[in-house]
């Protein structure tokens, strides 16, 4: 058999069908087998095509809605899309409690982005920076003459930093751009901009102009909740409520003092976000990136992370919660304006700004963490996991129609999410019906 190769020149050209063809082709994968790639109808086909190269087919996630949100007095319904079980149900079941305390209080700083333009080989950089500072103004006009739609709609440049940073290839100049971006995301508008500024700052700087690139840790741009979870509310699985409480802080404390556990502590939030980002076509990968080195550089005056989240006891006894990241999310300009389901579920959650969508997020993450807490420090989170993962389980070892649920409740009821297991108990249940049917 010739080798095969994955040089395919001109694949790019290619309609997508033809993609289809070549793809099965190299993989071996017998024809018939493209339908799992096709979008599902009411997604048009030609505006997927356009957003990526090399377009095959969609990857259609699970999406959910997460109920009972209140945020800043207003109801809102959450679609959110991910694979993993039990983050909806949690999230919907944390924002329950909170609503008994009237829900998250949430805000946002300036939507302010930073532009990174790194300058090398600068012979005195302290002057440098010197100069650069001097020129801000005119620097600043030469930015914003970039972006004429944002400056109408009250963003634009706002600020310049310098910052020299000593490393063993030399001082690096670093020049930070802020933009304040409204209801973009942000790339865009601060690329530009820092890609028109770089040459004049590499001849105020005398030295070399290197990258422009949008920073993900994005201080400047926050979004902040927080909530309270009446004691009442946490009772469950034989633990009183003052025993859910004591528990969640010991959890935070751990996440606060451990590096390792601080690392899931925040994945657990980005479950939140990342899914509601998803779903309403906003970049996760920046969020992710945004929320994680956010999380190393708030710890930087000790330790190595550092929660996003906080939690205390108020003198009612209740857990008050709050978080604060970066939240580098938009509205308009990329896929949340044009992916016709990211479009939907904008209009389902009926956001305005940009602003009041970082908001929501940010009440899911604090959701989504207090959750997370909550069953962690009582019955463990593979209870409610298992429930949900035997589903998966039962479908991946071919159970149909409703099988699916009977399958499920059997594997639950054996505390078992084993597909060994799945597989005899399908069997025995399909025997059981052919004998009942003869
Ligand atoms: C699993 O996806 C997320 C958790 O591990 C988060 C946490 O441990 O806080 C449950």
């Given at each position: 058999?010739?080798?095969?190769?994955?040089?395919?020149?001109?694949?790019?050209?290619?309609?997508?069908?033809?993609?289809?063809?070549?793809?099965?082709?190299?993989?071996?994968?017998?024809?018939?087998?493209?339908?799992?790639?096709?979008?599902?109808?009411?997604?048009?086909?030609?505006?997927?095509?356009?957003?990526?190269?090399?377009?095959?087919?969609?990857?259609?996630?699970?999406?959910?809605?997460?109920?009972?949100?209140?945020?800043?007095?207003?109801?809102y319904?959450?679609?959110?899309?991910?694979?993993?079980?039990?983050?909806?149900?949690?999230?919907?079941?944390?924002?329950?409690?909170?609503?008994?305390?009237?829900?998250?209080?949430?805000?946002?700083?300036?939507?302010?982005?930073?532009?990174?333009?790194?300058?090398?080989?600068?012979?005195?950089?302290?002057?440098?920076?010197?100069?650069?500072?001097?020129?801000?103004?005119?620097?600043?006009?030469l930015?914003?003459?970039?972006?004429?739609?944002?400056?109408?709609?009250?963003?634009?440049?706002r600020?310049?930093?310098?910052?020299?940073?000593?490393?063993?290839?030399?001082?690096?100049?670093?020049?930070?751009l802020?933009?304040?971006?409204?209801?973009?995301?942000?790339?865009?508008?601060?690329?530009?901009?820092?890609?028109?500024?770089?040459?004049?700052?590499?001849?105020?700087?005398?030295?070399?102009?290197?990258l422009?690139?949008?920073?993900?840790?994005?201080?400047?741009?926050?979004?902040?909740?927080?909530?309270?979870?009446?004691?009442?509310?946490?009772?469950?699985?034989?633990?009183?409520?003052?025993d859910?409480?004591?528990?969640?802080?010991?959890?935070?404390?751990?996440?606060?003092?451990?590096?390792?556990?601080?690392?899931?502590?925040?994945?657990?939030?980005?479950?939140?976000?990342?899914?509601?980002?998803?779903?309403?076509?906003?970049?996760?990968?920046?969020?992710?990136?945004?929320?994680?080195?956010?999380?190393?550089?708030?710890?930087?005056?000790?330790?190595?992370?550092?929660?996003?989240?906080?939690?205390?006891?108020?003198?009612?006894?209740?857990?008050?919660?709050?978080?604060?990241?970066?939240?580098?999310?938009?509205?308009?300009?990329?896929?949340?304006?044009?992916h016709?389901?990211?479009?939907?579920?904008?209009?389902?959650?009926?956001?305005?700004?940009?602003?009041?969508?970082?908001?929501v997020?940010?009440?899911?993450?604090?959701?989504?963490?207090?959750?997370?807490?909550?069953?962690?420090?009582?019955?463990g989170?593979?209870?409610?996991?298992?429930?949900?993962?035997?589903?998966?389980?039962?479908?991946?070892?071919?159970?149909?129609?409703?099988?699916?649920?009977?399958?499920?409740?059997?594997?639950?009821?054996?505390?078992?999410?084993?597909?060994?297991?799945?597989?005899?108990?399908?069997?025995?249940?399909?025997?059981?019906?052919?004998?009942?049917?003869?």
């Amino acid at each position: 058999m010739a080798e095969r190769s994955s040089d395919l020149s001109g694949f790019y050209k290619k309609s997508a069908e033809e993609r289809r063809k070549t793809v099965l082709e190299f993989a071996g994968i017998e024809p018939g087998a493209e339908p799992a790639w096709l979008p599902p109808p009411g997604v048009d086909r030609g505006i997927l095509e356009r957003m990526i190269e090399n377009v095959i087919g969609t990857f259609p996630l699970p999406l959910g809605i997460a109920t009972n949100f209140r945020v800043n007095g207003k109801d809102y319904l959450v679609p959110m899309a991910l694979e993993e079980p039990s983050v909806v149900a949690a999230a919907s079941h944390a924002a329950k409690i909170a609503r008994g305390k009237g829900g998250f209080h949430a805000a946002t700083s300036r939507p302010v982005m930073i532009g990174q333009i790194s300058l090398v080989d600068v012979p005195d950089p302290n002057a440098a920076r010197l100069r650069i500072l001097e020129s801000q103004n005119e620097l600043l006009s030469l930015a914003n003459g970039k972006d004429p739609l944002l400056n109408k709609v009250g963003g634009g440049a706002r600020d310049l930093e310098v910052r020299l940073v000593p490393t063993p290839r030399g001082t690096i100049v670093i020049v930070h751009l802020h933009v304040d971006v409204r209801d973009a995301m942000g790339a865009n508008a601060v690329n530009t901009m820092a890609e028109a500024l770089a040459p004049e700052l590499a001849r105020l700087s005398g030295g070399r102009r290197n990258l422009r690139i949008i920073s993900n840790l994005a201080i400047h741009r926050v979004a902040r909740a927080w909530a309270i979870f009446p004691r009442e509310g946490l009772e469950g699985e034989g633990a009183k409520g003052p025993d859910v409480v004591e528990g969640v802080l010991d959890a935070w404390n751990f996440a606060a003092h451990d590096p390792f556990r601080c690392s899931t502590h925040n994945k657990g939030i980005m479950n939140g976000v990342s899914a509601v980002a998803i779903a309403t076509g906003n970049d996760f990968r920046a969020l992710e990136a945004g929320a994680h080195s956010y999380a190393a550089w708030k710890a930087k005056d000790g330790g190595v992370i550092a929660p996003l989240t906080t939690y205390e006891k108020n003198p009612d006894g209740d857990l008050v919660g709050t978080i604060e990241m970066p939240m580098a999310v938009g509205l308009v300009g990329g896929a949340t304006a044009v992916h016709p389901t990211a479009k939907l579920n904008v209009r389902v959650l009926g956001v305005k700004t940009a602003s009041e969508l970082a908001e929501v997020m940010a009440s899911v993450g604090l959701a989504q963490n207090f959750a997370a807490l909550r069953a962690l420090a009582n019955e463990g989170i593979q209870k409610g996991h298992m429930a949900l993962h035997a589903r998966n389980v039962a479908v991946m070892v071919g159970a149909q129609g409703a099988e699916v649920d009977a399958l499920a409740a059997r594997l639950a009821a054996e505390h078992t999410g084993r597909q060994d297991r799945a597989k005899e108990i399908l069997v025995e249940m399909r025997g059981k019906v052919a004998t009942s049917g003869t």
